[in-house]
């Protein structure tokens, strides 16, 4: 019988700005902002990184003294040999006896670094994990792609402990296949889709999800009924055609949804989408888990509610939007490289 | 997110900065265990009362703004961003200091506004790693 | 029996952005200035000091030796002094130590700086905020004074306008100084002031000392010596006194209520100055203060006790530092309307008082000045040096 471990606790950080992405239409004209069902997005902010966001989050938690490891799901950290878990182990105080490691897998780094957390607590590791499911995609989107459009930032932290559950783990599985239909080379900063072929046929996206789906429900066996569903949202459709192909109940999409008002948030979009799924639930509740990857791959994971967790870093991160123009986000967001000096004088 | 076209050497290294990470992550200061003061950046002797044995002090990152004013001027690895409020920001535990307001207007901050430190990135240092330490918004 | 100095000779090299002059050509007109004007043989100077504070702008330390060999002097004791923007009283302090202490007899105190040659003068001088928590943050010189100038209006209920008059008077002094960079230039009035743009809100652009290039140079020597008098200069004290850097750490360091809007140094520093001058505030007839920003300036003359706390900026308003006031100020047009070549600001700021008391100053004169303050402040009133002279 294994020992009980699940999510303690759960929090959300996202940058204030919001650009409208009609307002990224009028200089590029590609249609489709409105195909995408993204209405705003989230820019980060000059100051901000993955790692900003993920310590905004992480201090909304109440972290217990003896976290033994820290997952950092990202596929936007700033340095690419260092880790940015141990960066965020020193700013919340957990440095240095604790295990540290950044896990990537496009958009799925967030639910890896869950299904890695939930192991080491399971194997009797430490009593509590922290995993950070946290990106900011648009700095990996070309200007004038569509991903521009859609692309915004986030982080969430999820406390994964034995005690104090407020969501036990169930079950989990995967897919994971060699399907470019998204990469980033060595050296590109940003990221290309594979093409229009893998994007209108859902050989990535919707046959891993459904066929990480379908082996989770075979795990849990006949009469698993989800009361809630949190998915991977790269934009404010792929739940729709989700549920479509995976033959689940539209509805129980609709509580977790998080891309309209935010964008894609990548490795976070998932566990921000639990985070909101988590609200208001009943004690004995299902909650299932479905994130997606591009390269590709797909977790599924089930959880059973013990107690509700509070939404309100969520509502917060909503509540304090401010408006920016697409001049001020291709500022913010580096779109443009320039001097640190510039190269003629200001009168 | 600039190329400096320039030939001067890199001449400070990583190590100085990771001397304070934890003062600039945690708003880690110091406590007299004599008359309970607390300082931020940590001393060695209490400025109040002198004596030589201080304490680690993590504080809480609340605090109130003392007064404002907002930058128009930014330097180097700040030029995307002006103008920026700043203010002198009084802890909630007592020692005083100098930060950025975020997320914010200089016109919608006041004095004896409530703020919560944030951890957001300073300039780059020189080798190019992000420098990360403290800012404020408004508290929520 | 205790030495006593005295000026004899003063220089300046116009200030001004200057890029046909290298910092060695800018030492050699205000030396040899100050060397002509004393009238005696290079052979006399036994000692002198030079005064920098951004030697990165044109990427040469050691400024002691090359300075001594610029100017041809014999070879003796020639140090390059750091603080700050109160650099060169710090020179002028040393350098009237060396003649007090016996060690010299002749001392050239040189200041010079070569800001037009660097891209960004704010991040030129970044490295005088508190490195570990101030500048790292973007924070430099506008910004720490902005808030001083800030929490000024705040306790003390002052205007903006009343702030900039400063930067009026300094700029009706400057358009009557040759060596200034506002020279012949009209008045400046406050509408304009106060439209010119933020450098950092409350402070605005029109506000703000340029740094700029220049140079001065002062020649001590003992009082009683063998060179010629009759127009030497007592230094009836000099002394410095320092303060904390951060901004953060200024509250709460001082009895009282004093922070960041009171100058306090300067406030020790002149206490100390009056006493051992044997003066009070009210017998200052002419000032040289810190305006690197129009607040400074009225900070300054708070701390130097001329105006009380919380009304210098009034009283600048009010024409009190005009000609004819009750205490004119900066009647070399101070660093916003001379110019601050970091380096040499401490000691333009004694050869403006030393023509003063002189009674050489023409338009800018002072009548009857027989007592001058010069005053200037390193980093956030970090340091404040004060040196009272005294006419004959």
Known sequence: MNPAVGIVDLAFAAPSGRLATADVETVWQSGSAKRSGVHERAVLDPDADVITLAAEAARRLKLPSNIGAIFFGTQSSPDLSRSAAAVLADMLGIAPAVFATDVRFSGKSGT????????????????????????ALCLRAAPGDPLEITAGAGAACVLVGN????????????????????????GDPYVRSGGAGFASSGIGDLQHMVGAWKLLLARLGDGANFAAVAAQQPDGRLTGRLARAAGIDAELFTGGSVAPMLGDLGAASPLAALLRQMEGRQPGDRVGLLSYGFGAGSDALSFIVERPIEAASFHQAIERRRSVDYPTAVRWEGRYRRHAHPLSVFE | MSQNVTARPVVAGPARAWRTRRNRYGLVGSHCRSCQSCSFPPRRRCPRCADAVQEEAVFSGRGTVICLAEDHSPLAGHGDRAPRPFAMIRLEEGPVLMAEVVDAEYDGLSPEQPVEMVIRKWRPEQSGLALYGFKFRVAS | MTIKA??????????????????????????????????IERSSIDGGLVSVTCPEAFEQQNLGPLTAEELDLPSGPFAQVVGACAGGTMAFMQGVNMIRSGQSECVIVVGVEKMSDVYSVSDALLSYPDQDYEAPAGFDYVDTMALMHARYMQKYDVAPEHVAAFAVQDRWYASRNPNAIDYRRGALGIDEILRSGWASRPITRAECARGCDGAAAVILARAGGNASRRRAIKVASITAATGPNAMGTKFGAWPGDD???????????????????GITARDVDVAQVHDCFSVMGSLHLEGLGIFPRGEAARAVASGETALGGTCPTNTDGGRIGLGHPTGATGISIVCETVTQLRGEAGERQVAGARVGVAQSMGGNNAVSAVAVLKGN
Do not use: K
């Not at chain 1, 969501?167 to 060699?178: H, I, Q, V, W």
């Not at chain 3, 922070?259 to 001058?277: C, H």
């Open chain 1, 163 to 186: 005690t104090n559950i407020a969501a036990r783990f169930e079950a989990l599985a995967s897919t994971a296949s060699d399907a470019a239909d998204g990469f980033r080379l060595e």
């Open chain 3, 259 to 277: 922070d960041i809007a009171e100058a306090v140094p300067t406030r020790i520093a002149a206490e100390r100055a009056y006493r051992e001058a």
């Open chain 1, 112 to 135: 890896a670094a869950l299904a890695m957390a939930i192991a080491w607590v399971r194997a009797g590791f430490s009593e509590y994990a922290l995993a950070v499911g946290a990106d």
């Open chain 3, 6 to 39: 005295e000026i004899i000779g003063v220089g300046m090299a116009r200030h001004g952005y200057r890029a046909d002059s290298g910092w060695r050509d800018l030492v050699f007109e205000a030396g040899s200035g100050a060397i002509a004007d004393a009238g």
